[in-house]
């Protein structure tokens, strides 16, 4: 994916382009909110934006819950500290000292506090194969953090750190119920210049950009760059609403931030597991174009359409075939071939979900057992 590019220095997260797997939604999410904190009381009133210093007044609040990560590597190094140099090197008989670790920093990003315990947000490819977590709060104080959970496929990371008091805590908002146009403010730490803070809006919802089959992006206009990744995007009521993660270095003002009722969904297995359970379905699926409807006579137009049914799989034994056009899934309608695993990320495995399938110009009803992937490699 050439036009995007993760903001630290890690990379791009795996690409994938079959749609077979997702996560499911467990069952202790109904106890999530102890995880966090809903809602906001830093903007109660109906603020004037442009000349109301609400910004400001969200900035000056909310800055403290925001932190630096920086990653660290172990690396073999060479001290010789016990015996001075000189022209002539080492004399002879000296015995090289063993080689002693030495802790590098490997990336830079940011993150934020949604529980004064210590609870930190940000993105998984901020942390990921690290050795040790530096993070560094807005007044300086340095802890280590540790990694309670990781997933990649989101790239969403839960980290810890363990203070003698409480930490200043970021409430959590509702990604779903922002609109383009919408204003937006990011706080984070661009290039290594500390507490850094942006405003934009939302330019637009859903957005794909081929990082993973759970991509479903808010694009923003806040300015945004390396260093940034992990750090909240905040409402105009005090709310995170995502988490900032991509940016478009082809264009000016295109920035994508995860939504945070997305990472809401995992943060339960995130603290409990360690992880994402996921569950299978076993089916390639693709758009449906004009050549291709025409090609195979369908008559519909939206939907997401099979082109192949992995034997022994969850899809296989409930009978869906080669061409159907799932057309609802859990009773939620199915537009396109992207929203299809997205709805699979939030159901269980192990029960019948109900599903809508249009088979040769016939709306039939065919229940689904989706499956837990046992092999986590698999895609």
């Known amino acids: 994916m050439k036009f995007a590019k993760q903001l630290c220095d890690r990379g791009m997260i795996g690409c994938l382009v079959v749609m077979l797997t997702g996560g499911f939604l467990a069952p202790e999410f109904a106890k999530a909110e102890k995880l966090w904190m809903e809602g906001a009381d830093v903007a109660t009133t109906e603020e004037t934006i442009i000349g109301g210093n609400i910004f400001r007044k969200l900035a000056e609040k909310l800055s403290p819950a925001v932190v630096s990560i920086r990653s660290m590597i172990k690396t073999s190094s060479r001290f010789y500290s016990d015996f001075p140099f000189t022209p002539h090197g080492v004399p002879p008989g000296f015995r090289e000292p063993p080689s002693q670790e030495d802790i590098q920093p490997q990336g830079e990003g940011s993150g934020f506090i949604i529980r004064k315990d210590g609870y930190i947000l940000t993105n998984a490819h901020v942390v990921v194969g690290s050795d040790e977590v530096q993070v560094t709060l807005s007044d300086g104080k340095l802890f280590k953090g540790h990694l309670v959970g990781l997933d990649q496929s989101t790239d969403v990371a839960l980290i810890k750190v363990n203070a003698p008091f ?69 409402n105009t009521r005090g709310e995170v609403v995502g988490i900032n993660t991509l940016v478009m270095f082809q264009g000016q003002g295109l920035g994508f931030s995860l939504p945070i009722d997305l990472v809401k969904k995992l943060l339960p297995q995130l603290k409990e597991k360690g992880r994402v359970i996921r569950s299978w379905l076993g089916v390639v699926v693709r758009e449906i174009t004009l050549e291709i409807k025409e090609a195979l006579n369908l008559l519909v137009d939206r939907g997401s359409l099979i082109t192949e049914v992995v034997a022994d799989s969850p899809a296989y034994e409930a009978g869906i075939r080669r061409n159907d056009v799932i057309i609802e899934f859990d009773g939620h309608t199915i537009k396109n071939s992207r929203e299809l695993p997205m709805r699979i990320a939030h159901s269980p495995s192990g029960e019948k979900m109900p599903m809508k399938v249009v088979r040769e110009g016939e709306t039939i009803s065919i229940d689904v057992v989706l499956a837990e992937v046992k092999n986590r490699g698999r895609r």
């Open 166 to 234: 409480d930490l200043p805590v970021i409430p959590l908002g509702s990604s779903d119920k922002m609109k383009p146009g919408d204003w937006v403010m990011t706080i984070g730490n661009p290039f290594g210049l500390e507490f850094t803070v942006t405003v934009g809006i939302v330019s637009a919802k859903g957005r794909s950009l081929g990082a993973s089959i759970y991509d479903d992006f808010l694009q923003i206009d806040a300015p945004i760059n390396p260093g940034n990744s992990g750090g909240p995007l905040i």
